[in-house]
């Protein structure tokens, strides 16, 4: 069971930390990934870290902007939101799954899902 926290609402241009937890399954047999939602939209890939923890994936929309990590001592993958833009608003779910370099992108390629937390940026 992934656990994500950390969302709120924060005024654009402003930064957010948001943790997932995720007993066992955080470790490097597994790649972490963030996708959001905004209403009316579907879910879209934010960012991926590598199960070995060497590579990071972004949307174009995030990139320079956001940054994924992964405690594997706390058994936590973070995502680091810098200079938030309205566009930003959305829920965030972390997941969690055997993705490899062609599916990173791909939500189906999770197997495993936090209950998401909503982060709105206020213009």
């Known amino acids: 069971q992934l656990q994500a926290s950390g969302g709120g609402l924060v005024q654009a241009g402003g930064s957010l930390r948001l943790s997932c937890a995720a007993p066992g399954l955080t470790g490097s047999s597994y790649t972490m990934g963030w996708f959001r939602q905004a209403p009316g939209k579907e879910r879209e890939f934010v960012a991926a870290?590598?199960?070995?923890?060497?590579?990071?994936y972004y949307a174009d929309s995030v990139k320079g902007r956001f940054a994924i990590s992964r405690d594997n001592a706390k058994n936590t993958v973070y995502l680091q939101m810098n200079s938030l833009k309205p566009e930003d608003t959305a829920v965030y779910y972390c997941a969690s799954g055997r993705a490899i370099l062609s599916t990173i992108r791909q939500s189906r390629a999770y197997g495993y899902w936090g209950q998401g937390t909503q982060v709105t940026v206020s213009s």
């Open positions: 870290l590598s199960r070995n923890g060497g590579s990071t």
